[in-house]
């Protein structure tokens, strides 16, 4: 049990700061009137927005795994390279 006594201090510092944020957090504090806040808002959604950018994709790299991979029977029939090893 003893060695569970470390845990003490952050669990008082925990429920300290529980009981803080709930404090702080109450209905009340900072209220703004319904009306106001409906004001604010149509006239946020009303404002004509800029034009986006358009942005381009980025360029895909092709992923490499430090291993050499010869090209497929497919692509040698397709008219690929037409050495072969001996």
Known sequence: MEILLWLVPAAVTTVLAMLWVSWAGRDGRGEVDRDVAVERLGRALAKELPAQARRTPAATRERTTGIAVRPSH????????????S
């Open 74 to 85: 497919a692509e040698a029939r397709r008219g690929g390279d037409t050495r072969r090893a």
